[in-house]
């Protein structure tokens, strides 16, 4: 008795703490679509550069870096420890006589609409990826990702068209 009363509270305050951050995170972003959801436990810098489509679902620890621009397309999923990074810092600094922390390279990440990216793949700065591809988990994604593929491995690369065995 004592312990499904316990499970309901900590459900309710669970879906009430989620209310909460959607409703933070709409104020924040660039822009937020309707049904979107944001685990509590997700981090966005810069997050007025990010825009979520409609019925885009971020899960938990996902990092986005926004600096260089981070769109989401609708009905997009974002699994567990994804990070997508639109900043980086320019790798020839020391050859022009600059520290690395003195650089930055943003460029604007693109997520198609109906993307599915798998937990812990890292997509980097000036990336795009089509509608309804999907990222494998543990993923680099170094470069654009037609739509319609499957890609993985580190740096991603195709592994089939979808809609294909």
């Keep these: 008795m004592i312990r499904s ?13 989620d209310a909460v951050t959607n409703f933070i995170w709409s104020l924040k972003l660039a822009g937020m679509g309707r049904g979107s959801k ?22 938990d620890f996902v990092h986005i870096w926004g600096a260089g621009g981070v769109q989401i397309g609708d009905h997009s999923l974002v699994a567990a420890h994804v990070t ?20 930055t390279d943003d460029a604007p990440i693109v997520v198609g ?7 812990n793949a890292t997509v980097l700065p000036g990336v795009t990826i089509g509608d309804g591809s999907i990222v494998a988990a543990g993923a680099v994604v170094t470069k654009d990702v037609p739509p319609g593929v499957l890609v993985a491995g580190v740096p991603a690369r195709l592994v ?4 294909t065995a």
């Design 113 to 119: 609409r109906n993307v599915w990216i798998c937990s």
């Design 84 to 103: 997508l990074t639109s900043q980086s810092h320019d790798a020839a600094a020391l050859a022009k006589g600059k520290l690395y922390r003195e650089t």
């Design 5 to 17: 009363a316990a499970t309901w509270i900590v459900g309710r305050i669970g879906k009430t703490g």
């Design 38 to 59: 944001i685990s509590s436990r997700c981090v966005i810098y810069r997050a007025s550069r990010v825009s979520l489509g409609e019925h885009v679902s971020l899960n």
């Design 160 to 163: 089939r068209k979808l809609g």
